[in-house]
């Protein structure tokens, strides 16, 4: 069993390190594919991508950060571990990125991981459970409404996450809490059954849309930690973004 990472990442110069060490320990069981987008970054990230991860695998390995920022390999008890970095020549936003790295994923379940220190891959252990194991779902939402660790913060963003949900969960007939989250899991069935147009945020919706209106695929939920960011610390998402869901939940409902 493969585990591919879809990693979308635009700026994140500050925390692509960090994030990678924690991907690459997380599941050492488990061979992964590790796909990083770079979104035309403009603050180094692709220079440190190209410097770091051209041609870095590894096997029983792990991932230290040196004095310099760099990835360093170590021993390590992860197995097989395949990074492979794509790159856009232009920006094109959020599920742009996440459209190129979900047509390069060739293993078995697909986990999408943002650049940045906001969700802990130590969470993906019992999404896995749920499809690999007890063999019950085929996509495996992350909620960040379910009582684990939450950073307290904007309630207009709390507000507006409850009021997508709501309405999606009217629509579409479903019960999910948090369809704005980053962490999805899935299987290779679900992916190849998906036909992603959104480049910017509303690929969380449209994700959500075709998986709903599909109406056969065992969709789960199940709470996770989330170390939010504000503005001021790099998040990107917007209450642009937050309107822009709302008329997606009515085109891809009618579409």
């Known amino acids: 069993m493969k585990l591919s990472v879809v990693i979308p990442a635009y700026n994140e110069r500050a925390t692509i390190a960090a994030c990678l060490v924690k991907v690459v320990a997380v599941l050492p069981e488990i061979e992964k594919e590790i796909i990083v987008i770079d979104d035309c970054s403009r603050d180094g990230t692709r220079e440190w991508l190209e410097h770091n991860l051209t041609g870095l695998t590894g096997n029983h390995c792990g991932l230290e950060i040196d004095d310099a920022t760099n990835l360093r ?12 970095p794509l790159f856009h020549q232009v920006n094109r936003g959020k599920g742009g990125a996440l459209q190129t790295g979900l047509k390069a994923v060739t293993g078995d379940v697909v986990i999408i991981q943002d650049a940045d220190l906001e969700y802990d891959p130590a969470d993906w252990a019992p999404m896995l459970d749920l499809i690999v ?3 019950v779902a085929d996509v495996v939402y992350g909620s960040r409404f379910y009582g684990r660790p939450h950073r307290a913060l904007n309630f207009h963003h709390y507000l507006a996450n409850r009021l997508i949900s709501f309405l999606f969960n009217a629509l579409y007939n479903q019960t999910l809490s948090d369809i704005e989250v980053c962490y999805k899991m899935f299987t290779r069935e679900v992916l190849e059954s998906l036909n992603i147009t959104a480049n910017d945020f509303g690929f969380e919706v449209q994700f959500s849309a075709q998986v ?27 209450w642009k973004d937050g309107v822009k869901a709302l008329w997606y939940i009515l085109k891809y409902r009618v579409s």
């Open 212 to 238: 709903a209106l599909a109406r056969h695929w065992r969709i789960y939920e199940l709470g996770i930690s989330y170390f939010g960011r504000t503005c001021q610390e790099g998040k990107k998402i917007n």
């Open 73 to 84: 390999v170590v021993a390590g008890s992860a197995r097989a571990v395949h990074f492979r």
């Open 133 to 135: 194991n007890r063999k």
